[in-house]
Structures are given as structure tokens and as C-alpha cells.
């Protein structure tokens, strides 16, 4: 289930040049701890939440993951990540081919990651930037989040060796 949060979509595209090294500059500054993750993590404590930072044992290490809900969360920036349709995301002027390569990759890895997820059964929700900004979008993602109801703890054990479809064998000892 794709739960793509991006009601933003269809706001207009405007393609201003700006620097690239600049927009490069500020965008790496912001890549980790950044102001609209840290903005994400205290809206969801504050809401009682329960969650990890950056779980190495799920693809793509989620910023966020809601492991009772199997629920992750990925607080993309809009320059990298290519938010559809949002000012933050314009192509630098020189050194298109670069550019456009760099961020294709990027995409492809974010599809990648949340295939392999859903593969696992994970939901997904994508915060973009600008949107964790937004004081009431965040919001209502949080309380979205509140609304799923969280899924009954199974041991891993057995959650294996149902997925497998492997019984032991009986009457037979070889
Ligand atoms: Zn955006």
C-alpha cells in the first residue's frame, strides 16, 4: 500500500535557475538531523508514538519506522527526493546531464527501498520537506498514523516458519 502523502502535487512548477552549487550546498547541509525530520520526531512524541531513528535492519533505514504499526517513515528532502511539483525541486542550470542522472538515481532508490518494504509487509509514508513545515499537514499525518490501528505482535520465530510453509518432518528419522 502506497501511502504517499503529497497533496501538494498539483501545485505549479516554477523553474527558476539558481546556483547549483549553492542549492547542492544547502541541500547537503540538511541531509541528516535536518530541521523538518527533527520537526517530524517531536510531533510524533508529542503524540505518544512510539518509534526508531534510522533502523539499519529495515531497507533504506527509514527515518522513522512504527515498528507495532509496521509503519515507515521517510522525511525526504523536496531538491533530492524530486518532489512532484514543488518549487524546491528545480534543476540546477549547468551541469544538467550530472544533475538529472544524480537525482534519477535517487528516485530509483526511494521506488527500490519502498518495493522492498511492501515485499516485507511495511506501509509507507513519505513527509516531503516543505510539507513537515507545515505546522497542520504534519499534523494530520500524525493523526493518520494514530488511526492505524497497531498490529498484534507475532513471534518472529514462528513468523518464519509460516512464511517458509515448512513443518518438521515427522515419523522419519534418517
Ligand atoms: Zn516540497
Known sequence: MNLLLNDHATEKTTSHAVDPERSALMAKIGSRDTKPELLVRKAAHAAGLRFRLQDRRLPGKPDLSFPSRKLAMFVHGCFWHRHPGCKATRTPKSRIPFWEAKFQSNVERDRRVETQLEALGWK???????????????????????????????????????????????????
Open 124 to 174: 509507507v509514508i513519505v513527509i516531503w520537506e516543505c510539507e513537515a513545515r507545515k505546522h497542520a499537514h504534519l499534523m494530520d499525518v500524525i493523526e493518520r498514523i494514530k488511526a492505524m490501528p497497531p498490529q498484534k505482535a507475532r513471534p518472529q520465530a514462528k513468523l518464519v516458519k509460516d512464511t517458509a510453509g515448512q513443518q518438521p518432518k515427522r515419523g522419519r528419522i534418517s
